[in-house]
Structures are given as structure tokens and as C-alpha cells.
């Protein structure tokens, strides 16, 4: 099962803030906007709980995009009782942070470290409470990080719950192949991870790059980080570095600096002006980039394809016309005529190709042109045949099997036009589209008001070329199932079950 990343329960949200004042409402929500991010650079599940007066519930959970979730299962909404988790419900209750490690936690999968820091309102009593679960392969990894990075997370955690993070909600996730950086008051690298230094590394940086200050990397970090320093708000830029392009998320972090030794403190402590540091996080973009820049000139040569195929088809089809009105017959004019209009409904689908995006186009759309184009141009002013949607889905579906299903429908539409009506001036067609999502089929459904099927009817026995078409194509290309009946009031019913198919061609 594809879990979210980000779970809220708005009900227990809105009865969280319904009681706050307006200055901690923001605050919560600079909070709620924060935590997605603070679930990834801690490689944790993070929750916001609600205390209640004997349990607490959990509002929010966050996933992280740098690590499988500890928790299968969705937690939100559910509510514990104090008495299932006494340990949290003093931290909630005394309001100090708490931090303890159990090998086993309900729900969750191996052993966890828990923390958890309670949310204090403008009056200084608790309000909620973020709680962050780290598996134990995570926590021995963070064990090995250096403590300048450890310190800048806890503060992160602790800036966090103050409700201080502005603009984190416009951050990309970070992920397992992102690089983290710490930059500490007075703008020199205080930690890398590996993933960093590899990308600094592409940029020409071979040396260790600690306690260099950002003066000395001409990255691009200096103006990024200073930005996010004066403007007090997590910032996202891309640029271009020695030809590569590094998408880079930048969280400024205020405070007293604790990385800083105390005759740093004494030396240069006034130049932090209460800057405790920065997150830089990073990511090496290029390929990316360079991608959607190869499908966008292949989507734009495809689409050039498809322009002139409609156009060809378009040139075709005025050469028959101009055929048709010399033939001798009626029957030559009839057959260039289907003809025609076989070409018209590949010209449809043409034109669809073109302008899709997707690897899937719209049934609908598709069939509503082909019956209007087959009003216009087979039923003609003089005859009062209406071609008339009775219920139609919206259905999507790969561009394969589209394409299939609006030859056979466009061959059902001659056939009933031609010799379901015959010589007679006025009559109805129903057509009908709906999906079965129990059995994942897709159920197309024409009906006339003509002179219906003749007696012992059978489409092998009566072939003509467009039964030969819709029996191949249904059969072959949409492995569906069509039949034919005639209606107890007269007229003909022609239903077409097919099963739907993933874009890649298979059947769910």
C-alpha cells in the first residue's frame, strides 16, 4: 500500500485551533508546514499530538522521503489514553522535552528512539506536542554524525516547536540522495555529509571543505544563506555551478550558538547577531534537468509527427471527396463515403496524440468528435437522425487502447447510420459509457431505433468489412467481448465490454 507522506486529520486540526488565540493559530500552522521537512532531515516519522484531558491524539503524520516508515499502518486520528503512554503524558504533562529508546512501540516496526517536544502556547502552557520516531539503523547513523551536526538538530527541533519556521512549506523534499550541510553562525562549513561532499567534489571542491567559510566556496552558497539570515525564512534557489545544476534548500536557524568554542564565543560571538546557523540541504539536479529538456524536444518532434499525419489524412480524404462526386454510382460513392469517414475518426484520434501530455487520453472526448462528426457528415440536413449521449463517464485510458475503441465505435456508427436506419428519414441512436470498477472493465453501449438485426443473425455468418474490422480489433487489440441483439421494440443493441489497461499496456 502507497502511504502519504503527509496525513492531517482536519477534525481534530480544527478543534486543535478552535480555542487558540490568533498569534498561536500561526503559529501552529508555521509548525504544521514545517514538519514534512523536519521528517526528512531527521530521517524520522514525525507527529503532532493533541492532549486531551486523560489521552492525546495524533493529528499529523509525517513521513520521511529518505526512509521506508516505521509505521505501516496510518496513526491519524487514532487517540491513546494516558495511561498506554505514561512516559509521553508526563512530557506533556510537565512540559519538558523527552527522549527515551524502547525496543518495542505499538504499531511500529523494530526498535525506536522517541522524542518528544512539546508546543507551548503565548501563555506558556502546553498546546500540542511533536513527537519523533527514529528507527535504530537511523539512530546509530546519527550517532556517527559529528556534534555540530547533532546540536544543530536538536536546535532545529527546538526552533521547530516555537512556531519560528516561516517559508518551509515551499521546500522540496529531501531524499535519500540529497545532501546535508551545516553552516554555523559565522558562515563556515561545520558538516557534510557524504552525499555533499560527493556533490561539492563534482564541483571542484576536493579538499575537506570544514571550517572553510563561505567566503572562501564559490558555490553560490554565501548569497542564498545570508538571504535566509536577513529575511528569516527557509529559501529554495537553482542554479548553474561549474556545469552542474544544484537545486538547494536553505533553513536559517536563530539562537545562541552552541557550535562555537568559548573563545570563539569571545573572539567573534557579536558577528553571529544571534545567528545560530543554517541547514543547507542539496541536490545535484543535472540529470533532471537535462532529461526533461531531451522529452521536451522528443514530446515536440512527436507532436510535429502527429501534425502531419492529420494533415496527410486531411489531404486524403479531400482527394476522395473530389473521387465521390465523379463516381457513377451509388455504391462507389458509398463505399469511398466510409471510407472517408474511417479516415475522419483516425484524423480525431491524430489530432488527440498531438496535444496530450500523457501516456493516456480521454475516451470520452474522443467518441463525443467522432459522433459529431458523424452527424455532419453521414446523416446529412435532410434526415432527422439524432446521435444523442444518454450517459457518458469521463474514462481515461492508455492512448493504445483509445485508439481502438474509437475505430470500433466509429464502424458501430456507420453500420447503424447505414443499415440500421437504411432509407428511413428520422430516428435515435443512444450511445452509453460507463466503467465497472468492481471488474475493472470498460462498457460501451450502442443503441438504434432502426429496423434491427435480420433473423438468425450472427456477425461470423453476415461479414462484411466493418464487422470483419470490429470482431478483429475487439477481439485482437482490446481482448473484449461485442454483442449483438435486437431490441424487443424494434431497433438494434450493440454492447462492447473490454477490460482497461494500465498506460504500460497491461491489465490490472
Known amino acids: ?110 526498535q525506536v528512539q ?27 547513523r546519527h550517532k556517527r554524525r559529528s556534534t555540530s551536526f547533532q546540536k544543530a538538530l536538536k536546535h532545529f527541533f527546538r526552533v521547530l516547536v516555537q512556531g519560528e519556521m516561516q517559508g518551509c512549506e515551499n521546500l522540496p523534499p529531501f531524499t535519500d540522495r540529497s545532501g546535508i550541510l551545516f553552516i554555523d553562525g559565522l558562515g563556515r562549513y561545520r558538516y557534510l555529509s557524504g552525499i555533499a561532499a ?20 564559490a558555490a553560490g552558497d554565501r548569497e542564498l544563506v545570508h538571504q535566509a539570515w536577513e529575511e528569516r525564512r527557509c529559501l529554495v ?18 539562537g545562541p550558538p552552541e557550535s562555537l568554542t568559548f573563545w570563539e564565543r569571545i573572539r567573534w560571538g557579536e558577528k553571529t547577531r544571534g545567528r545560530y546557523g543554517a541547514l543547507l540541504l542539496v541536490n545535484d539536479i543535472t540529470e533532471a534537468r537535462e532529461a526533461e529538456i531531451e522529452i521536451k524536444i522528443k514530446t515536440a518532434m512527436i507532436k510535429e509527427v502527429h501534425h502531419r499525419l492529420k494533415n496527410n489524412l ?25 471510407a472517408m469517414n474511417r479516415l475522419r475518426s483516425m484524423a480525431v484520434i491524430q489530432d488527440s496524440l498531438s496535444y496530450g501530455t500523457s501516456e493516456t487520453l480521454s475516451l470520452t472526448d474522443v467518441l463525443t ?65 460507463r466503467e465497472k470498477e468492481e471488474q475493472n472493465q470498460i462498457e460501451l453501449i450502442l443503441e438504434d431505433t432502426g429496423r434491427g438485426l435480420p433473423e438468425n443473425f450472427s456477425p461470423e455468418a453476415n461479414a462484411s468489412i466493418g464487422l470483419d474490422i470490429i470482431r478483429t480489433l475487439v477481439q485482437d487489440d482490446l481482448k473484449g467481448h461485442i454483442e449483438f441483439t435486437t431490441l424487443p421494440q424494434g431497433g438494434t443493441r450493440a454492447q462492447l465490454t473490454f477490460p482497461r489497461q494500465t498506460p504500460g499496456g497491461r491489465t490490472p
Open 114 to 140: 522517541q522524542q518528544i517536544w512539546p508546543v507551548k502556547d503565548s501563555q506558556n502552557r502546553v498546546m500540542a506536542a511533536v513527537g519523533v520516531y527514529t528507527n535504530a539503523v537511523e539512530l546509530e
Open 314 to 338: 486531411q489531404l486524403l480524404i479531400s482527394i476522395m471527396r473530389m473521387q465521390a462526386r465523379r463516381a457513377r454510382t451509388r455504391e462507389a460513392r458509398d463505399l469511398l463515403q466510409e
Open 369 to 433: 468528435q467522432i459522433a459529431a462528426q458523424t452527424q455532419m457528415s453521414m446523416v446529412g440536413p435532410h434526415r432527422h437522425i439524432r446521435i444523442r449521449f444518454s450517459h457518458m463517464e469521463d474514462i481515461q485510458l492508455p492512448a493504445n487502447q483509445v485508439t481502438t475503441c474509437a475505430l470500433v465505435f466509429n464502424e458501430l456508427l456507420l453500420n447503424a447510420v447505414k443499415h440500421g436506419f437504411d432509407e428511413r428519414e428520422s430516428g435515435e441512436i443512444r450511445i452509453q459509457l
Open 198 to 217: 560527493n556533490i561539492y567534489r563534482k564541483l571542484g571542491y576536493l579538499d575537506d571543505l570544514r571550517l572553510r567559510t563561505l567566503e572562501e566556496v
Open 237 to 254: 534557489a537553482e542554479s548553474t555551478v561549474r556545469n552542474r545544476i544544484l537545486q538547494r534548500s536553505v533553513i536559517p536557524l536563530f
Open 1 to 110: 500500500m502507497d502511504l502519504p507522506y503527509f496525513e492531517l486529520d482536519t477534525t481534530l486540526w480544527e478543534a486543535l485551533t478552535a480555542s487558540l488565540e490568533a498569534s498561536d493559530q500561526a503559529r501552529l500552522e508555521r509548525l504544521k508546514n514545517a514538519l514534512p521537512i523536519a521528517a526528512d532531515i531527521s530521517r524520522s516519522d514525525v507527529f503532532l499530538f493533541y492532549p486531551q484531558e486523560n489521552a492525546f491524539c495524533v493529528v499529523i503524520h509525517a513521513r520521511s522521503h529518505a526512509m521506508a516508515t516505521l509505521f505501516p499502518k496510518s496513526q491519524v486520528g487514532r487517540c491513546l489514553d494516558a495511561e498506554d503512554r505514561p512516559w509521553i503524558w508526563d512530557a506533556l504533562q510537565r512540559g519538558d522535552p523527552l527522549q527515551r529508546t524502547m525496543k518495542t512501540v505499538a504499531d511500529a516496526v523494530g
